[in-house]
Each structure stands twice: as C-alpha cells, then as structure tokens.
C-alpha cells in the first residue's frame, strides 16, 4: 500500500510541488537546506535547491518532473541548465566564494536508454578535462530514500494511517476538516517526540511535518484549490508551534518555519495568478447559488487574495507593480462581499488594511464600517431570535461550509428555529477589537451615531491556561470571560485604550511571525482577542514595502 501511494504521487507531482517534500527528505539525511529558487523567477545558476551535509559539502540539485528523453535533454533547456548548475559557482552569502560541490540532477521519473547512455558520455568527457560530473538521482532512487524513512512521511500506526488516507481521499473542491487536520498532525507527530521534547527531536518533529503535509497539501494542489493547500500548511504550523510548547522551544521552533513558509508564499502566487477565475468560485456544491453564497464565497476569495498580498508584500516578494494592476479587481467584487459569523471577520479586514496601506482610504474605511454594521446587523436578528440564516449568530468556531450547511439542512427540513441552538451567541469576540481599530483612525462621528447599537452587544474572550494552547484548535482548559461595555463610556477612554496592548493578554512572543499571524487569525478566528487585533492592526503597515 504505501510503496504504491508514493509510486502514484511521484507519478503526478509537478516540480514545485516536489520541491519541499524533497527539501525535507534532505534534511532527514542530514542536510542542511540553504536555498531554494524564487517563486515566478529565473533558476539560479541552474540551481533549484542548494544544501550542505552534515560533513559540511555543499550539494546543488536541479529538479524536473516525469521521465526524461534525449530530446528533453537537448531541445528541452535541461543541457543548457545542466552546464550552469556545473561550471558556475554557488553564489550565496553562506558559501564562500570558489567552494566546490556536488551537482544533482533529480527526476521523479526515469531516463530512457539513450539519455542515460548520452549522460555517461557526458560525465566522461567533463572527468577527462578534469571538470566536476553529474549525480542523476531518479524515481527509484527517491522511492526507495522515502520507504526507508517512511515513518517520516507517512504515519506506520494503524488509525493514524487510516486518518492521513481519509485526509488525502476528501471532498477536494472544499476546506480541510480542520479539528481533524490539527488532531492528526499532533498525534502522528508523538511518535518523534516522546517524553523528549530535545531541539533533535523537535527538528525530526519539524521534518516530518514539513513532509506529510507536502503530501496532503499535493492533493489540493492538484485541483488548484489553493485556499484549502494554503490552510493545511497553516494548520501544520499551528501544531508544530504548539508541540514546541514554551519558550525557549518555541524560539526554535520559528527558526524551524523557513520551509514551511516558503510554500506559503509560492502557493499565495498560484493562488493571485487564479485571481481572475474569481467568477468560476461558486460553490455549486452546495446546489444553491443565490446572491447570499456567492456573496460569502467572494469574501472568502478576496480576503484571502489581499492577505497574499499582505503576506508577499512583507517578504519582499511581490512588487508593487502587481499589486496596483490586482486592486482594480478587488473593486469589482467587493460590494458582493456577504457576512456569514465572526469567521469572516479577518477576511474582511484583510481588504481594510490591502486599501488602507495603498491610499484608498474612503474604501478602507467604508469596509471596517460595513463589517462593524453587519456584526451589529446578525447580533441585533439573534437576540429577536429571527430565524433566517443572517439572524442566527455564529461565533468564530463556525466557518462558511459549517454554516451554509447547517442552514441548507434546516431549509430542507422546513425548520424554525424558534430558539437559539448552541451556535448561536449574541457576544462578540471581534467587536471590541473593531471598535477600538475605528476610534484609532479618529472616526468618532461614526461611532457615535451607532453606538447604541454597539452597546446592545457584550464582549468576550478566551484566557488559555496552558498559554501554547494558542496555537490548538480547541482548548481543554481555560476560561471564556464576557463583559458588558461600560455605562457611559468616553471617547477619551476608547482613544486610550485604542492606543495601548496589553501584552499580558497576548500568547507569549506574538508578532514574531509577523505576516504570518493574519493567516493563522483566519484559519484560526476563534484564537481573536482585542488585542491580538490591535498589534496585527499596527504590525500590517510594516508589511507593504513600497517601491
């Protein structure tokens, strides 16, 4: 079973997608991986990855995918990179200049008799002029590295195994099931750990990760369900950063993050090069494509679309240029923008801050305005316990598949909903966060005329009592707190309070990912606190570098 699952992903793999679960596969051997090339740029010197093993030689490797022919090699550009990845040096800051190293050309395939003839030829004549020679590593080499370490890869317990096929085998046109997602990556990864939380086992926890999620993450790909792919790697870190627990593992554990994160960023490119099939996004599956679903499905593709942004912009990989050609199709979908529960809250103001940050201020305000009316809007519907899907209020547990699901079965069924069920809350994680982010910007007026709208509300947050817990799905112990707005409350208070975090409020080291932290609100919206908002709220100027 398992040499035939890695046989057909290799099979089918494309060469990007090959790159981190072989990056990975180096690092078990003991390499240390110190480049990789940029997404949507020019290889290298011919050099998709550069390594160093652990007796300190530096290793190039070139990657392509499926078999190999003469005519590949030739007419294909393979010769031609082939000879740069061998007479050019390496050109990296940690290398010295002249070092010698190892060249790799690796296939997921195999090479026909006349190729690997022309290749043996090829090494010979480069040996007779004292020149360095070719490595080829082919399908069956990496086959077999990946079922010797296949407990690095793929999980050997029984349930656990049975879990990871139910991952890669579900509905690829939707989400991961993310509670099942978060489970399965930490208890496969106990299996490295033990009752050793070492930095070598935390770096084999690492590796392990990195690599099962490569494979899981694959099947989205192949879809080009870049939404569901982006949210496995999320999903993945968030265990890694919780089976690392406290500081100073956790420290570690970000310096750990270099592959995972790279991923991120080339699949966010994949997914803005798709921006424009934004149209073909509707969730037919559903069988209902009403303004209410297509609204909800654009805000999920839009925030996502300028969360990429964000995130690319604050890593210097993606030029300003881009950004202002992809903003004039943001302003096209935005008034379908569709609230559905506090899930959608960090979709939404993914879009506040892209505009904020590039001038559209009258845009970006309307939308923080518009997200605080529609959250006043489902609150004000619950507590008259209207039983439409926009009055049952759903807390930031419940995402858009789970609600228009649940709301889909109670139309079927002809159901009122006559009192409110367990999703139903008339509290607000995000509101207090939002209302401070406004009083920020001085917009006093138009707080003012809703606030007793806004004081109708009460507030909530979570306190974990493990602070790692951060980082789970769901929490064993800790404690929910609400509290009502103070009576009268003061401008001057809200201006205050707008201004200063309490970092006492905040998981230990938050902001040190920095992007990387609105992606984990937005798989993650349930982990919101005020605060949490207001240090993503000041942190997200620091992440568009304009040219």
């Not at 956790?250 to 994160?261: E, F, G, R, T, W």
Request: charged share 20%; glycine share 6%.
């Amino acid at each position: 079973m398992l040499e035939r699952l890695i046989e057909g992903w290799l099979t089918k793999v494309t060469e990007r997608q090959f790159e981190i679960p072989f990056g990975q596969l180096l690092s078990i051997q003991g390499h240390k991986v110190i480049h990789h090339a940029r997404p949507h740029g020019p290889m290298e010197q011919g050099k998709d990855l550069i390594s160093i093993d652990s007796l300190g030689v530096y290793h190039a490797y070139q990657l392509k995918q499926g078999d190999l022919t003469l005519e590949d090699w030739r007419s294909g550009g393979i010769k031609d990179q082939v000879a740069d990845m061998l007479d050019l040096d390496i050109q990296h800051p940690s290398v010295p200049a002249g070092s010698p190293y190892k060249s790799h050309l690796v296939t997921t395939g195999l090479l026909n008799d006349v190729l690997r003839q022309t290749l043996e030829q090829y090494n010979r004549t480069r040996e007779g002029k004292g020149q360095s020679t070719l490595d080829v590593i082919t399908k069956g080499h990496i086959k077999e590295q990946l079922l010797t370490s296949y407990n690095a890869f793929i999980p050997i317990d029984p349930e656990l195994f049975r879990d990871f096929l139910q991952l890669i085998t579900s509905d690829l046109k939707g989400l991961p099931e993310k509670k099942t997602l978060f489970n399965f990556y930490r208890a496969a990864s106990f299996q490295f750990l033990g009752d050793n939380p070492s930095k070598a086992n935390l770096k084999r926890v690492g590796d392990y990760l990195w690599l099962v999620t490569s494979h899981i993450s694959y099947f989205y790909e192949s879809s080009s369900n870049w939404i569901a792919a982006l949210e496995v790697w999320i999903v993945s870190i968030a265990a890694y950063m919780k089976i690392c627990g406290e500081p100073p593992s956790a420290k570690l554990a970000i310096k750990d993050l270099s592959n995972p994160l790279y991923k991120i960023s080339l699949l966010m490119r994949l997914y803005l090069d798709d921006f424009d099939k934004l149209k073909d996004l509707h969730a037919e599956r559903f069988g209902l494509e009403d303004a209410y679903l297509i609204g909800s499905r654009i805000t999920v593709c839009l925030g996502w679309a300028a969360a990429s942004i964000l995130y690319l912009g604050s890593i210097g990989r993606i030029k300003d240029s881009e950004i202002l050609d992809l903003l004039p199709k943001f302003i096209k979908w935005l008034p379908l923008m569709q609230y559905w529960g506090e899930s959608a809250c960090p979709l939404f103001l993914s879009v506040v801050w892209i505009f904020k940050h590039y001038g559209a201020t009258n845009t970006s305000e309307h939308y923080l305005i518009k997200l605080l009316s529609f959250q006043l809007q489902s609150g004000r519907l619950a507590r008259n316990k209207d039983p439409t899907l926009a009055g049952t209020y759903y807390d930031p547990y419940d995402g858009l598949e789970e609600i228009l699901i649940k709301s889909l079965e109670n139309q079927e069924r002809d159901i009122l909903i006559k009192n409110p069920s367990e999703n139903r809350v008339v509290n607000s994680y995000f509101l207090e966060g939002i209302v401070l982010m406004i009083t920020k910007r001085l917009w006093r007026q138009n707080l003012t005329a809703i606030w007793p709208q806004i004081s109708e509300m009460s507030l909530s947050c979570f306190r974990f009592k493990d602070p790692s817990d951060f980082w789970t799905w769901r929490a064993d112990q800790g404690s929910e707190i609400s509290w009502e707005w103070s009576r009268p409350t003061s401008w001057a208070a809200l201006l205050k309070r707008s201004r200063s975090i309490d970092d006492e409020n905040l998981p230990l080291g938050y902001g040190g990912l920095g992007a990387f932290h609105l992606l984990h609100l937005i798989v993650f919206p349930h982990r919101v606190s005020t605060d949490m908002l207001l240090t993503i709220d000041n942190l997200s100027s620091q992440w568009i570098k304009r040219e």
